[in-house]
């Protein structure tokens, strides 16, 4: 049980070379789940190795509870980490692997074997203490990382994503069993992943950054909904989120967004003042798929604008019909209800719910309205 | 694969089978055979020879005590040493840059001949300071020379030696100061194998044990030298088999003088200097009995590898 | 942030860069120190082998480095000129080249058989093979001696300035070291064929590939680095060995390096000048060899005895 504190933390590995983690500052609340995604390469593991005292730090503090631990070696931080690879001790049965870092706390030999066997117990790993590693499939093997790691009773659990090497059915189980798991122990986890969906469905708060900078933090719902820039907006949400570039024309009640393809789409009242500063001046729209719509399929009580496109292919999901769409040569991806009679070749009448249209400065990237604080540093939002 | 005539694969190993059976088989009988015979190998004289091994008759000229005790103490402190060696700058050079540079210093004397090697060390225990390195450190440091490989001050005289003054064999200066080449010789061997062993541990394992608690000494002991083991075992036992052909190397430095005989050398005297072939076949026998619990360690380590594949 | 964080010392760079250079030191000086006495002795052969012959009886090789007018190269003139030692060397290639190459093919073919064929006593005989390792070649000397002699005595066939086969003969040699050199290659290769991919062989018998195919087409070239390793081993033991020669090689005209060099330490007893250019002449082939293999000679030897 901690809050880790990262202080401004910067970490570059050479002279040369660019900031692999670039002013990294963040509370994380006591019992959070936090969740680190982003693209490859732009950082996510450093911050977390960077935690676990497996990097040294080139600049800025890192704390956890109230104790700066800088200088302290990873095996007095008291942290217990998932590697992606797993990184089980391959000469050790899994019950020793499991062990290992209780006998080097010298805790008696009658609770190790109790706590061992209770977390083999949860993750249904039992039969499996006396075999070695290499006997073990890949699911296994992740469970006795997984148990290694509880056993220890940390007070934080880092994990580097470690359901990546897990077939698709697996990950969802495991998934699932990650987030009880979090809830019974009542520990601070902190989670690295490059799969968004992995992160909204497990996150109490997401951190979604890129080239070594934290672009965004807030709880998932926050990031799906008002994501402060085009590289959140692109990179939550799946599929991800159509861009237009549309210019401010008309006036008060007729202030609206006309692309350069052609079509013009009303600005919502709410969105007026905001966009005061950028009569005449271009400015990126995003809407997700999820929000254009099949007019002949309309949900009831939104305010739709209508927009004539041509239908270029359709994907079946089940429930739901990704629709590509072509207007004016830009395309787009609607995401609409299944019973949509569009055919690819045709033309078809899609309605973009005007409420959930996400404006963008094109220059800085930044959302269109954004209080300027909040540019600045995300506050950390309540934990839920 | 199905349908292989039951005879193919013997083909294939047919140049084997026969130089081994020729080469190594047909000899290491023979040469059992003939330790029970005379000098010449004409009279079957039982356990003569072995008691001459024994009873040492001849200890100035071919001391067979010395010789095993020697051949023990190259088996026991060249491999330790050797390994020990090895293992310690395998893991310190893995921290630094320069670690193929210092990998590669330690190796050069490994592509050096034994009898280079040997021109190389009487020049460095050269007695006179002046010429030998050893000794003009010693001088620096204020201590006599030492005359490293004679250990006696008397004459030197083929085949017969005084015997030496303080010590009894093994326990000279000159054992130890061969001995100390031959580490020079082979360290570079145990450590270049050994750095890759380590290499091939992947760095998560190490992590994943600092972060469960492990200090730098416990990760080397509870996860490197355990994963390494394989590798170790493999060097120790090129090693022992190294050590227990020791030849060159005393071969020409000393010639087996000054009680540094160790068995091959004291073989090779008695089977083509003093022409008893009785006695020298013995003392091979007597290697080949060393040897014996390390054929039966290094067998078990095939089948365990076996296993695991 | 609480004041108290804030005093906690700053993680200034000073402070890192200090740490880094003690905290290491005792690492960067013990590694240093033992590369330093490990290269002496070479480094000594090598600057005394540039000396005159009375300097070197007279004082110690570190004064050369103070003098470097006094490095003269008669040594290795004498060397190479006058005591044989071109033939020597010449003879060290003809005796090693062979040598190394017949130990491969053979044990490769061996390798082969007990990685991917299935006979009676496979198990058992590679077992007894690898034990064969440990036999002192001085035990097998007098038997293969008698043997020669007896063949040579029978009827003798000149090969290449010696006898086909037998006491005095090139071929005697390279049959000799071929046969020494077996129990290790066999292992070595063994290991390295038996972890190459099963789908491998089977992909290449439904494409209609024979055994002779696939070893020649398929297990040859993705052996590279073992080989690389073997060839580095044998090459290194044929050409370092003496025994082997001073037993089985009565015909001083044939004498390798090794043989040349003992003879010259044996006669000319404490005279370091010509045994310095020798000896240091005798490294450099095997040197070579390492330096140009050695990237694979790692990978090699590790195949199959590490992994799991
Ligand atoms: N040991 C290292 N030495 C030098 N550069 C490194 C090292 N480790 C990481 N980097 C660099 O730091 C940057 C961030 O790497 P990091 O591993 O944190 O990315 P990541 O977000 O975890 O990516 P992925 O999703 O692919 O795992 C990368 O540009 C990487 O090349
Ligand atoms: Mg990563």
Same mark, same amino acid.
């Given at each position: ?7 401004? =933390? ?26 680190? *995604? ?74 190790? +074997? ?19 590693? &290499? ?36 990950? *969802?189980?495991? +998934? ?31 951190? *979604? ?7 965004? =933090? ?29 210019? =401010? ?22 969105? +007026? ?29 939104? &305010? ?8 270029? =292919? ?8 990704? *629709? ?61 | ?54 009873? #040492? ?77 050893? #000794? ?13 490989? #004679? ?23 000159? #054992? ?134 | 942030? @609480? ?46 082998? /540039? ?6 009886? @007279? ?10 007018? $006094? ?37 490769? /073919? ?99 590939? @024979? ?11 993705? @052996? ?55 000896? /240091? ?12 293999? $050695? ?14």
């Amino acid at each position: 049980m901690a809050e880790v504190t990262y202080e401004h =933390v910067t970490k570059r590995f050479a002279e040369d070379a660019p900031l692999a983690v670039d002013d990294f500052d963040l509370k994380v609340a006591d019992q959070e789940f936090l969740v680190l *995604v982003g693209p490859s390469g732009c950082g996510k593991s450093t911050t977390l190795r960077l935690l676990a005292g497996l990097e040294e730090i080139t600049e800025g503090n890192i704390y956890i509870e109230d104790r700066l631990v800088n200088d302290v070696q990873a095996k007095d931080r008291d942290i217990a980490m998932v590697f992606q690879s797993y990184a089980l001790y391959p000469h050790m049965s899994v019950f020793d692997n499991m062990a290992f870092g209780l006998t080097l706390r010298k805790i008696p030999k009658d609770e190790i +074997r109790q706590r061992v066997n209770e977390a083999a117990e949860i993750l249904g790993i039992a039969e499996l203490l006396k075999r070695k590693p &290499r006997a073990l499939s890949g699911g296994q093997r992740q469970r006795v990382a997984l148990g290694r790691a509880i056993v220890r009773k940390p007070s934080v659990f880092l994990f580097d994503e470690p359901l990546s090497n897990l077939d698709a059915k697996l990950r *969802v189980q495991t +998934r699932a069993e990650i987030i009880k798991l979090h809830q019974s122990l009542g520990t601070t986890f902190v989670y690295v992943t490059h799969d968004q969906t992995e992160a909204m469905t497990m996150a109490t708060r997401i951190v *979604v950054m890129d080239r070594g900078r934290i672009q965004q =933090v807030g709880s998932p719902q926050e990031l799906y909904e008002r994501p402060q820039n085009m590289f959140v907006a692109g990179f939550i949400g799946s599929p991800a989120m159509n861009f237009f570039d549309v210019v =401010v024309e008309g006036d008060g009640d007729d202030l609206q967004l006309r692309a350069v393809e052609g079509f013009a789409v009303p600005v919502p009242p709410e969105k +007026r003042a905001e966009l005061a500063t950028y009569k005449r001046r271009k400015v990126v729209m995003g809407i997700r798929p999820e929000n254009i719509h099949d007019n002949d399929f309309q949900p009831p009580n939104i &305010r739709a604008s209508l927009v004539d496109a041509q239908v270029d =292919v359709t994907e079946m999901m089940g429930n739901e019909v990704n *629709v590509y769409l072509l207007v004016g040569g830009h395309a787009f991806l609607a995401r609409v209800d299944s019973r949509t009679t569009a055919r690819p070749g045709q033309n078809i009448r899609a309605a973009f719910d005007i409420d959930r249209l996400h404006l963008f400065d094109p220059d800085t990237e930044q959302m269109i309205g954004l209080p300027a604080e909040v540019r600045a540093s995300a506050p950390p939002a309540e934990s839920s | 694969m199905i349908g292989r005539a039951w005879w193919i694969p013997w083909l294939w190993l047919a140049p084997t089978l026969a130089l081994l059976g020729v080469f190594l088989v047909y000899p290491s009988v023979d040469t059992v055979r003939r330790s029970f015979l005379d000098e010449r190998s004409r009279e079957f004289v039982g356990f003569d020879n072995y008691q001459t091994i024994i009873d #040492n008759p001849n200890s100035l000229a071919a001391d067979t005590h010395a010789a095993l005790l020697n051949n023990m103490l190259w088996l026991t402190v060249f491999t330790a040493v050797c390994v020990g060696l090895g293992l310690i700058m395998a893991v310190m050079t893995a921290r630094v840059r320069y670690e193929a540079a210092a990998k590669a210093a330690i190796f050069v004397p490994m592509a050096i001949s034994f009898v280079a090697v040997a021109v190389i060390w009487r020049f460095m225990y050269e007695v006179d300071p002046d010429v030998g390195t050893v #000794n003009a450190i010693f001088s620096e440091l204020g201590k006599d020379p030492v005359a490293w490989l #004679n250990n006696t001050q008397s004459p030197q005289r083929p085949f017969v030696d005084l015997p030496p003054a303080d010590s009894p064999a093994p326990f000279q200066v000159n #054992n130890f100061a061969l001995i100390a080449v031959g580490v020079w010789n082979w360290t570079g061997f145990t450590l270049v194998i050994l750095s890759a062993g380590l290499k091939s541990i992947p760095d998560d394992v190490m992590e994943a044990a600092r972060v469960d608690g492990a200090g730098e000494w416990q990760i080397f002991r509870r996860i490197i030298l355990p994963i390494m083991s394989p590798t170790i075992v493999v060097v120790t036992t090129t090693l022992v088999i190294q050590t227990l052909k020791t030849f060159d190397l005393v071969f020409v430095m000393t010639n087996g003088r000054f009680k540094t005989d160790v068995v091959a050398t004291l073989f090779y005297k008695e089977a083509f200097v003093f022409r008893d072939f009785g006695v020298g076949a013995a003392l091979a026998v007597v290697l080949l009995l060393f040897v014996v619990p390390i054929m039966v360690l290094t067998i078990r380590r095939f089948q365990f590898q076996e296993e695991i594949r | 942030m @609480s004041t108290q964080r804030l005093s906690a010392l700053p993680p200034g760079r000073f402070r890192d860069t200090l740490r880094r250079l003690f905290g290491r030191a005792p690492l960067h000086l013990v590694i240093i120190a033992m590369c330093i006495v490990w290269s002496v002795p070479t480094v000594a052969l090598l600057v005394s082998s /540039f000396r005159d012959p009375r300097a070197i009886a @007279s004082s110690g090789w570190w004064n050369a480095l103070f003098h470097p007018a $006094q490095w003269t190269l008669t040594n290795y003139d004498s060397v190479l000129s006058a005591r044989g030692m071109s033939d020597a060397f010449v003879n060290s290639l003809i005796i090693t080249i062979p040598s190394t190459l017949f130990v491969i093919i053979v044990a490769a /073919f061996a390798a082969y058989a007990f990685a991917w064929m299935k006979f009676p006593f496979r198990n058992p005989l590679f077992l007894i093979f690898v034990a064969l390792l440990v036999v002192p070649l001085q035990m097998t000397l007098i038997p293969i001696l008698r043997l020669y002699s007896e063949i040579t005595i029978e009827g003798s066939v000149p090969v290449i300035g010696g006898n086909f086969f037998g006491v005095g003969s090139y071929s005697g040699l390279w049959i000799a070291h071929t046969a020494y050199g077996l129990p290790f290659a066999i292992f070595l290769l063994r290991n390295f064929f038996g972890a190459l991919p099963r789908e491998l062989f089977e992909s290449a018998h439904l494409d209609g590939a @024979s055994d002779l195919t696939i070893f020649f087409r398929i297990v040859l070239p993705l @052996s590279g680095p073992a080989i690389a390793a073997l060839a580095i081993f044998q090459f290194l033991w044929v050409w370092q060995d003496l025994l082997v020669a001073l037993v089985l090689l009565g015909d001083p005209k044939l004498a390798p390096m090794t043989l040349q060099i003992t003879n010259l330490v044996n006669s000319f007893g404490s005279n370091y000048q010509v045994l310095t250019a020798a000896a /240091f002449l005798s490294m450099i082939v095997p040197l070579l060899i390492f330096f140009a293999l $050695q990237r694979y000679f790692v990978q090699g030897i590790l195949a199959g005895s590490v992994k799991g």
